[in-house]
């Protein structure tokens, strides 16, 4: 583990430098107009996204259904919605019987709606709702609810743990998957990017995740070969980095691992946008199209405001006990 993040960093650095001077200097008045005069550009003339960025947002990914109906926020809602955010988020003991989690100081939600006060991140469907899914991945849905244990649906199942394979990916530290990893949290929800002539890098601080994004017009890898991340090709359409990312493993990634079954195979195919709206604020929207999952295609606005922070590595797996506490639980279980 700690080579592979210290792979990451080194390679990272590598293409800071080759980066040379970074973003390139704009005007103070344009910024602070919140729109830069100029369109911001690399030294070899590619729109600019290099730096570090924040999703955090108390917007969900889906329209609360108080607000059905409601596609957007009056300022007094937001505010209101705001103020209630912030009071729950003190601690309180938990309920009997549960020995509780991390407590408010581990999390880093954000306190604001998003600048344009939608109800949800899902812009499509209108209704700001993921779309039916499938009787297929219904099916796959039903199965990681059994594998949550007998109680989780009335199965009659032996329970889940038996094997650390059935514990989630990101349980296990390995992945969040996407787009998964481009939505914001309840931490960590950094990412930073470099570019190079030809390549953007996108690096995600949860999970520690890097993805590589080729800009030379080369065709995607072979279908034979998936990746938890996909495999990502992107080109420019104006000022705009458009990114399509195939080649998922025929598996559920965020959920349990659960495969697709017989001769299915992962149809997950993303486009991905990115915008520079101003000097401070990148728009990134996401259409998800899995018709082996949901009955139509949906797309997400996730905001990303600049930050004068720094990534910093998750440490994931340090001290983690509970993936081996987990399967003993379950053989106690078992007898």
């Known amino acids: 583990m700690l080579r592979r993040q210290t792979s990451i960093l080194l390679m990272a650095a590598a293409l800071a430098a080759f980066a040379q001077q970074g973003p390139k200097k704009h005007d103070p008045k344009a910024a602070s107009a919140g729109k830069p005069r100029v369109p911001i550009r690399t030294p070899w003339g590619d729109p600019d996204f290099q730096g570090v960025w924040n999703n955090s947002t108390i917007t969900t990914l889906e329209r609360p259904a108080e607000l059905s109906g409601e596609p957007v926020l009056t300022n007094e809602e937001a505010a209101a919605i705001e103020q209630r955010a912030a009071q729950n988020r003190v601690d309180r003991p938990p309920a009997a019987g549960d020995p509780g989690t991390y407590n408010q100081f581990w999390f880093d939600r954000g306190t604001k709606v998003v600048p344009t006060r939608r109800t949800s991140l899902i812009v499509d469907p209108p209704d700001g709702k993921l779309p039916p899914l499938t009787t297929a991945g219904q099916s796959r ?5 059994r594998r949550l244990g007998p109680t989780a649906i009335g199965s009659s199942g032996n329970g889940p743990f038996d094997s650390y394979e059935d514990i989630s990916v990101v349980t296990r530290c390995i992945t969040r998957g996407l787009p998964n990893a481009m939505l914001p949290g309840g931490y960590n929800n950094n990412y930073e990017i470099l570019q190079v002539p030809g390549s953007v890098v996108l690096l ?14 080369r065709p995607h890898i072979s279908q034979n070969i998936r990746q938890w991340m996909g495999d990502s090709r992107g080109h420019w359409e104006g000022n705009t980095l458009v990114v399509d990312v195939t080649n998922f493993p025929d598996r559920d990634v965020t959920g349990f691992g659960v495969p ?8 997950l195919h993303l486009t991905e946008r990115f915008t520079r709206v101003d000097a401070n604020l990148l728009d990134y929207k996401v259409t998800v199209d899995d018709p082996a999952t949901f009955t139509r295609k949906w797309t997400a606005s996730i905001p990303m405001v600049r930050s004068e922070g720094r990534l910093y590595e998750y440490a994931c797996h340090e001290g983690n006990y509970s993936l081996a506490n987990m399967l003993k639980g379950s053989r106690v279980e078992d007898k």
């Open 204 to 217: 995600s601080e949860l999970m520690h995740e890097v993805r590589v994004i080729l800009l030379d017009g």
């Open 260 to 267: 697709y079954r017989n001769s299915e195979t992962s149809h």
């Open 141 to 145: 849905q039903d199965e990681r609810f």
